[in-house]
């Protein structure tokens, strides 16, 4: 079976900012098949949203982009490399079997390898 047909993730990525969307992006370029990113906040980008000022983008895209204009670019990234986005999705443990402990407006529960039980599907 595969990790889309168990519902695993290959790889769990925690934190939707830059450096959690460009790890995703990288993981998905190299091959990796199921790659899943997991944010608490209802959009990608991290603290880079609140901010007015430039300059984001420059290396990454070619031109200067505002905060919330950069988190908005990384979405349609993330989304074209083809990362499945949780959002609104705080990872509250780690549990030694690999087992992520997830909240969401849904509910808690579990969700790995070894769970017992999904969690409640994340809001998008």
């Keep these: 079976m595969t990790a889309a047909e168990t519902g695993i993730a290959d790889v769990v990525v925690v934190g939707g900012g ?3 969307v460009a790890a995703a992006l990288e993981l998905r370029r190299a091959g990796i098949g199921r790659v899943v990113l997991l944010d608490r906040e209802g959009a990608l980008g991290g603290a880079t949203r609140h901010c007015t000022h430039s300059p984001f983008g420059m290396r990454e895209f ?3 982009c505002l905060g919330g204009a950069y988190g908005r ?3 349609r990234e993330a989304q074209r490399a083809g990362v499945e986005v949780r959002l609104n999705c705080s990872v509250t443990d780690l549990g030694q079997d690999g087992t992520l402990a997830l909240s ?3 509910g808690a529960g579990r969700s790995g390898p070894s769970a ?4 409640p599907a994340p809001a998008r």
């Design 73 to 75: 670019r990384l979405a």
């Design 18 to 20: 830059p450096a959690g």
């Design 116 to 119: 017992s039980s999904s969690p």
């Design 104 to 106: 969401t407006p849904e």
């Design 62 to 64: 070619g031109r200067v």
